[in-house]
T-cell receptor, first 113, second 115 residues
Framework: AQSVAQPEDQVNVAEGNPLTVKCTYS??????LFWYVQYPNRGLQFLLK??????LVKGSYGFEAEFNKSQTSFHLKKPSALVSDSALYFC???????????FGAGTTVTVRA | EAQVTQNPRYLITVTGKKLTVTCSQN?????MSWYRQDPGLGLRQIYY???????DKGDVPEGYKVSRKEKRNFPLILESPSPNQTSLYFC??????????????FGEGSWLTVV
């Protein structure tokens, strides 16, 4: 069985400061990992994914994530947060060969001006 | 423009009154799926379909039905809605070919309230 944990319900940062949203996963095989963002009253937007290769993945809106196999983590990062980054962020995992996407509970990010 | 389109976006209905939430994608995707989003639980898969006439249960299928008669459409049917089905519903799709690392695309969501 596959699962995702997002240990923080909320993350609060000041604009211009680094932003990190944590994610750990569990799969039986090798993982495909994804980050999605949900703005208020909107659908889920794809940010980035790790399939294979370089452990540092760059995505949309200046976000990046680092895959760490030994720690089974895939933390989302942004060097300098913007107020417009305030949203709900979801980490998700797929096991190789499985099309089911399992989501974490989500982390609400608030960036204050 | 590549899209997953859901309708209705907002619906208030009464217990027991059958309803259908439609989903359509224009990307020729083989794989389609329905999720529900509840606070503190993230998104949970209800049903999925790997291709036309092929559907299977996800994690929370009770109280729902689906059909896949055409590749582009994947409606979600609530035969007898109950208040515990009040939720935000998302339809999603992706290509099936190649590795399952294909990105899944989501619709805008359908807010359903059952009173």
């Amino acid at each position: 069985a596959q699962s995702v944990a997002q240990p923080e319900d909320q993350v609060n940062v000041a604009e211009g400061n680094p932003l990190t949203v944590k994610c750990t996963y569990s799969v039986s095989g090798n993982p495909y990992l994804f980050w999605y963002v949900q703005y208020p009253n909107r659908g889920l937007q794809f940010l980035l994914k790790y399939i294979t290769g370089d452990n540092l993945v760059k995505g949309s809106y200046g976000f990046e994530a680092e895959f760490n196999k030994s720690q089974t983590s895939f933390h989302l990062k942004k060097p300098s947060a913007l107020v417009s980054d305030s949203a709900l962020y979801f980490c998700a995992v797929r096991d190789i060969g499985d099309y089911k996407l399992s989501f974490g509970a989500g982390t609400t990010v608030t960036v204050r001006a | 423009e590549a899209q997953v389109t859901q309708n209705p976006r907002y619906l208030i209905t009464v217990t027991g009154k059958k309803l259908t939430v439609t989903c359509s994608q224009n990307m020729n995707h083989e794989y389609m799926s329905w999720y529900r989003q509840d606070p503190g639980l993230g998104l949970r898969q209800i049903y999925y379909s790997m291709n036309v006439e092929v559907t299977d249960k996800g994690d929370v299928p009770e109280g729902y039905k689906v059909s896949r008669k055409e590749k582009r459409n994947f409606p979600l049917i609530l035969e007898s809605p109950s208040p515990n089905q009040t939720s935000l519903y998302f339809c999603a799709s992706s290509h099936k070919s190649g590795a399952s690392g294909n990105t899944i695309y989501f619709g805008e969501g359908s807010w359903l309230t059952v009173v």
